[in-house]
C-alpha cells in the first residue's frame, strides 16, 4: 500500500516538473507552433484529474489562462487543419463543461486558437465553431455554455462576429425559454457596440438594423399576447434598450430622416407602446411604454440632413474686418477718456478733502 502511495506521489512530482517545463517553453518560445499541439493535452490534463491532483489543474489552468491566453504573440507557421480540429474539440467540450472555472478555461484556449486561424486568414472553421455552440446556447437545455463564452467572442473578434449578425437575429427568434432569448439580444447588442469598429459597411449595417427591428417586435408582441411566455419585464426591459441602442447607432450613419424612419418605423413602436399598456402581464411596467415612446420621439426628432454654413460664422471681407478694427479703436480711445476723467475727479475730491481736514 505504501508502495503505491509513493509511486502516486513520485507521478505527480514527475507531471509537475513536466508542466513547468512546458511553461517555461511557452514563455520563451510564444510563437512557436508547437504551442498549438500543447494546449488539448493540457485541457484533458484539467478536465481528468481528481481532487488528490487540484495542484496539477491549476498548474495547467494558469499555464493555459495566464501564459498561452494572455500572449501578445502568435504562431504563423501551423497547420490550419490541426487548429480548426482543436477549436472544434474545445467547442464539444464546452458544451458539457463539469465546472464555471473548466468552461472559462476553455473560453481562454477557444479564444487563442480563434486569434491563431484568424491571423492565418482562416475564417471558417471560427465561425462554425462558435455557431454550433450558439445553436447549443440556445436550444439545447443541458448545455453548460453561458453567455460570456460567446460574448467574449464577438468583443475579441467583432470582424469575424459581423458574419453570423444575420444568425444571432435568427437563433433569437427560436431560443428555448426567455432568459435564452434575451441573453441572444445581449449578443446582438454586445455587437451593435462594436459597430464603429467596422469600419464602413452602411448597407450591411441598415439591412442588419431592418431585421433586426423585426425580430424584437416580434418577440415583444408575443411577450404582450401570447401568456406562454416566459419574457420577464427585466428582460423586455433589456430587449428595448437594444431597439434604443440600435436606433441611435442607425440615426449615426442614415443619410436622412426617411432612411432612418424606413429602417425604424416609428408606427410600429407607437403600435408597441399602445400593446404593451394593454398586456396584462406587462402593464404595470410603464417604463417599457415610456421607452418606447423615448424610441419614437428619437425617430421622429432626428435632424440627419447636414447643415448649412450659417451667414454669421461666414468669413469676413476685408472692408468689413477694417471697419470692425476702426471701430475696436475708437472704442479703446472712449475707454482711455474716460479714464482720465475718472482719475481727474478721483483726484479733485482727495484735494477737497484735505482742504476740509485742515
Not at 194 to 213: P, Y
Amino acid at each position: 500500500m505504501a508502495t503505491d502511495v509513493d509511486a502516486q506521489r513520485e507521478a505527480t512530482h514527475f507531471k509537475n516538473r513536466v508542466l513547468d517545463l512546458i511553461d517555461i517553453f511557452v514563455k520563451k518560445n510564444p510563437a512557436n507552433p508547437l504551442i498549438v499541439r500543447l494546449i488539448f493535452p493540457l485541457v484533458e490534463l484539467i478536465v481528468s484529474t481528481g481532487p488528490d491532483e487540484k495542484q496539477l489543474s491549476d498548474k495547467a489552468t494558469g499555464i493555459l489562462r495566464n501564459r498561452i491566453g494572455k500572449s501578445k504573440e502568435f504562431p504563423s507557421d501551423v497547420s490550419k487543419e490541426d487548429v480548426a480540429k482543436t477549436l472544434k474539440e474545445l467547442h464539444i467540450l464546452a458544451r458539457k463543461a463539469s465546472t464555471p472555472d473548466v468552461l472559462a478555461t476553455l473560453n481562454q484556449a477557444s479564444l487563442y486558437l480563434s486569434k491563431v486561424l484568424l491571423h492565418a486568414e482562416d475564417l471558417a472553421p471560427v465561425l462554425n465553431a462558435y455557431l454550433e455552440s450558439l445553436h447549443d446556447f440556445v436550444a439545447r437545455k443541458a448545455s453548460k455554455l453561458n453567455t460570456a463564452f460567446l460574448d467574449d467572442f464577438v468583443k475579441r473578434h467583432p470582424q469575424a462576429a459581423w458574419n453570423i449578425r444575420d444568425d444571432l437575429v435568427k437563433v433569437s427568434g427560436e431560443a428555448l425559454n426567455g432568459y435564452r432569448q434575451a441573453q441572444v439580444f445581449h449578443l446582438i447588442q454586445t455587437l451593435v457596440n462594436q459597430l464603429q469598429v467596422l469600419g464602413d459597411k452602411k448597407s450591411e449595417v441598415l439591412a442588419f438594423m431592418t431585421a433586426l427591428r423585426k425580430a424584437i417586435l416580434g418577440a415583444m408582441t408575443k411577450a404582450c399576447n401570447d401568456g406562454s411566455t416566459t419574457l420577464q419585464p427585466a428582460h423586455v426591459k433589456d430587449i428595448l434598450k437594444l431597439a434604443l441602442v440600435a436606433a441611435r447607432q442607425t440615426k449615426r450613419i442614415a443619410e436622412n430622416a426617411n432612411e432612418l424612419s424606413t429602417v425604424w418605423q416609428p408606427s410600429n413602436w407607437t403600435e408597441l407602446s399602445n400593446a404593451l399598456a394593454s398586456s396584462d402581464r406587462l402593464k404595470g411596467s410603464v417604463g417599457l411604454q415610456a421607452m418606447c415612446k423615448q424610441i419614437v420621439q428619437l425617430l421622429q426628432n432626428s435632424n440627419i440632413a447636414k447643415s448649412t454654413a450659417k451667414t454669421a460664422d461666414k468669413p469676413k471681407t476685408k472692408e468689413e474686418a477694417a471697419s470692425t478694427t476702426k471701430r475696436k479703436a475708437a472704442d479703446r480711445e472712449e475707454d482711455g477718456d474716460e479714464g482720465v476723467t475718472d482719475g481727474g475727479k478721483k483726484a479733485k475730491r482727495k484735494k477737497a478733502r484735505k482742504a476740509q481736514s485742515c
